[in-house]
């Protein structure tokens, strides 16, 4: 039972397939301008609310990181309180080990069917796949990933799994699933077809055995898991069934409910524009005697699966992050291409980042390149996390484990070393100007460059008057 | 004062009228503006590569030629951003080098920020009979905070009528390597930039970063569009034959 199997490696040619891919991409187009002007609501909300989104994400950065500097310490009190309350705390080194956890507490407790609220951290485990393999079937209720689980697919984004369908593809996999005829559907359309997953989803929240959803913060005082959602599924699933399963990174802890309180007014304007989610739940312990619900039964399982080894490296900010998705829905990389081109779990630049350091530099070696450089995510990261110096960061690891192709490495020496012999830079340039003039065509322009086809695969190669400038100023100097 | 400008390899290969342009624009400063001989280029592309020792070699190379001014200008955001931000800590640890390296980055200015605050006030001498838009590059707006400086120069050019076209800020995709490496996504990229500068319906985009122009103007001649003029800052500023 391993964890989910990275695609990364295939980076490139995906990202071919997606271009090319237009029902994708007109979806693509459609989402990016509804994302950016929902954060942008979140942002005039602070504002109005007398809030600076600067001093604020400063405290939060300052609360991620205060928990990163002591992390051991804010487990073990989270883990006290948590089974004080009466919960079960169980580790998990990683996705395996969380399978085979999960896989154990069912069969322990005769589970059947499991409902599932989102868990980026069971998508890491390749959960749903060992579960299934056991003989249990889960139901991802909430409603993107509901519609990914029907198509069989993994989520394109962390907190819109599907994105990348479009109304008429969900419609298909609704009508094969619920055995109706397909309709044509329009965007005015999409209440009743929540409505749809609604009525199919309701039954099965009633019937679950267990119940496991992530959780956004885990609170070190209180032992609590903070939820925060839109739909109401959260909700049912951990308080229905007689069990209820956490399953939630150990990066995740904070201090205090304060803290809380402060990441709150950044999360949901981050992600979605929300001065608040629709719920937030804090959830502690079990249903005591006194109490008519919550689950007879609450597991925490914390997972490492790498996240440990980030500690006190260079690359410890991104611990620091909160999942909200602002850097995605911000990239241009990745609404060019969608998150399954990244191929793991995580897409976008908080991906390109994440997915080599947790499954292995060498099994993503495209990731950190695909960044234009251009830190419109590393502006918007609530929590402040300097994203492009972290993918800069990686390709140095890169180089130092001469992970990089032999004809990149050589091409660079040569430049380089040409680059420190200014003089002989300048003669060897000046031959450089002259072929490109006498390859350009009439109007100054190259349309097939040999030597970089990639530019002019897409784009012509405007060049200069077949002189440089420091051998025109040479000679004006002369004059 | 004597102000250095630093060409940068992209304007002394592919458009020298840049440069040209920009030593017109900085003598009209009354300062004595010199071009610091030996410039080949400041390392960015091997610090974004990861190749830390190059980029420290380029690095160095650059602080000895700059360190003798008291005012480096340079035109482009990018380049300015790598020394302003780059260089004092990639030499932070060279006991001969880091204070030198914080002196050129203290004294390191991008060209429109510089010539905003320093040229005498009234017209500049480029003339410009239509509408322009600008776009900015990532680097200059996002790593130095220029936005206001090139606009409110543009508009000191006699005739020249300014308007903002959809998502300026928004990246033009070009990336250095980026551009090359992931050619397809790049060019995705550029299209919407060359669709926001064609829906301005403006005469010209214009722009502080020539990696960005190039990028621009190849994917606009590339999609048949033959009149939109791609123009840097200090083109339009200067007026004039670019050489």
Known sequence: MAGMRSQAMHFQARAGQKLADEVLQGALRRAQPLFTAKRQKGMASLAADGLDFGHLRAAAAAIRQAVLDDLDVWLELFEARAKARGAEVLWARDGAEVSQLVVDLARRHAVRTVTKSKSMLSEEAALNAALLAAGVRPVETDLGEYIVQLADEPPSHIIAPAVHKTIAQVDALFADAHGRPRQTRHSSDIPALAREAREILRPQFLAA????????????ETGSAVLVTNEGNGRLVTTLPRLHVVITGIEKVVPTLEDVATLLRLLPRSATGQDISNYVSLLTGTKSADES?????????????????????????????????ACMNHCPVYFSLGGHAYGWVYPGPMGSVLTPLLTGLDQALDLPWASTGCNQCGEVCPVDIPLPALMRGLRERQQHQQLRPRGERWARRVWGWLALRPRLYRWLTRGLVRYLHWLADGQGRIRIFGLVPGWTAGRDLPVGPGRSFHELYAARKRD | MRIALYVTCLVDLMRPAIGFASLRLLALTGAEVVVPPGQTCCGQPAWSEGDRPLAAALARQAVGQLLNYDVIVVPSGSCAEHIVHTYPQLLSDEAGWRDAAQQVAGRTRELASFLAEALPP??????????????????????????????????????????????CEACCGFGGSFSVRFAEVSTRIVDRKCAAVAASACGAVVGGDLGCLLNIEGRLRRRGDETTRVLHLAEVLAGGSGD
């Open chain 2, 122 to 167: 009234g017209p500049l001498p480029g003339h410009f009979a239509g509408t322009v838009t600008y776009h900015d590059s990532c680097k200059g707006l996002r790593g130095l905070g220029i936005k206001q400086a090139p606009r409110d120069l543009l508009l000191r050019v006699n005739g020249l009528n300014l308007q903002e076209m959809a998502d």
């Open chain 1, 209 to 220: 055995d267990m119940g496991i959803s992530g959780a956004n913060f885990l609170v070190a």
């Open chain 1, 293 to 325: 619900d919550g689950p007879d039964q609450t597991v925490f399982i914390l997972v490492d699966n790498g996240r440990a080894g980030l500690l006190g490296s260079e690359f410890e900010p991104m611990l620091r992050c909160i999942r909200c998705g």
